[in-house]
């Protein structure tokens, strides 16, 4: 059974800066690409973030890039999300993803976990 689980979630000031992981688990999780995804109140989900097998290409969305990092470590089966300078609007429910490809929809998907930015 496959599950991924994140965590790291928060409140912070704008300005602030957090750390998501994500917790892979009854995969291969080398063999897939990692994404993270956010869906804010009365919005539609978005893409935020992906990160290929080993770790060589990522891709961000226009919103987030040169704030936010996405990483991996295949040895611990865990992906990451470092988020920086954060804006009220990053304020929404963080979801990571896991896809054999780079999507665009991703076969396996994370609870989500909750970040909020005051300003």
């Known amino acids: 059974q496959v599950q991924l689980v994140e965590s790291g979630g928060g409140s912070v000031q704008a300005g602030g800066s957090l750390r998501l992981s994500c917790a892979a688990s009854?995969?291969?999780?080398?063999?897939?690409?990692m994404a993270w995804f956010r869906q804010a109140p009365a919005k539609e989900r978005e893409f935020v973030a992906a990160?290929?097998?080993?770790?060589?290409?990522?891709y961000y969305a226009d919103s987030v890039q040169g704030r936010i990092t996405i990483s991996r470590d295949n040895a611990k089966n865990t992906v990451y999300l470092q988020m920086d300078s954060l804006k009220p609007e990053d304020t929404a429910v963080y979801y990571c993803?896991?896809?054999?490809?780079?999507?665009?929809?991703?076969?396996?998907w994370g609870q989500g976990t909750q970040v909020t930015v005051s300003s």
């Open positions: 990160i290929s097998w080993s770790g060589g290409s990522t």
């Open positions: 009854g995969l291969h999780f080398s063999s897939y690409v």
């Open positions: 993803a896991a896809d054999p490809n780079r999507g665009p929809l991703y076969k396996y």
